[in-house]
């Protein structure tokens, strides 16, 4: 992938994407975009709104105009996507034509902790919530694979620790046009 402006983290709920993506944004000085809560501005709804009203697909549809809309209108920001956006193909898509793409990584036990009191997570609000975590890790992980230039791992991190680590990454792997710095291949963390 070309050298981008644009900064994107992709990866399973509470892996950290919000949170690590505030701090990488202010450390790299860039705008922070927050994929759900754009979608939620736009339908003046919540996103547990969205899915009791239009279901999964009709949040899909809502998430694919947004995205498509904020990677085609901006560059030079840090864009945090919700965990099922790279579900999409189109999605991927963009995401890997405009932007360098990380995926946070975490593990099912660690998002069961990091997730214990959240109630907001419509594909959550089960009483089998390990299993729909194990479920969607299982389903989504090559697409994570597929569309990342990077692979970092938040499992045993606190949010500094993260975002820490991460953006001395990022200024050996990820190169902005008029910054000068190397670009390495495709790596794991």
């Not at 999409?88 to 990380?102: I, K, P, Q, T, Y």
């Not at 990454?169 to 910054?179: A, E, F, N, T």
Request: proline share 4%; net charge neutral.
């Amino acid at each position: 992938m070309n050298p981008t402006c644009n900064l994107i983290l992709v990866g399973p709920t509470g892996a950290g994407k919000t949170c690590v993506g505030r701090r990488l944004a202010a450390h790299f000085g860039l705008p922070f975009i927050d994929a759900d809560r754009e979608i939620e501005e736009r339908a003046g709804a919540s996103v547990t709104s969205i899915f009791e009203c239009e279901g999964e697909p009709g949040f899909r549809a809502r998430e694919r105009a947004a995205l498509a809309e904020v990677l085609a209108g901006h560059d030079g920001v840090l864009l945090a996507t919700g965990g099922g956006a790279i579900v999409d193909a189109d999605n991927r898509r963009m995401l890997r034509e405009r932007g360098f793409v990380v995926h946070l990584h975490v593990g099912v036990e660690q998002q069961l902790r990091r997730l214990a009191h959240d109630h907001t997570r419509p594909l959550l609000a089960r009483d089998d919530r390990e299993r729909v975590l194990q479920d969607m890790a299982s389903n989504r992980a090559s697409l994570y694979a597929e569309v990342a230039d990077l692979s970092f791992d938040t499992d045993q991190l606190t949010t500094a620790e993260a975002a820490a680590r991460l953006a001395g990454l990022l200024k050996h792997r990820w190169q902005r046009p008029g910054v000068a710095s190397p670009r390495l291949g495709k790596g794991t963390v």
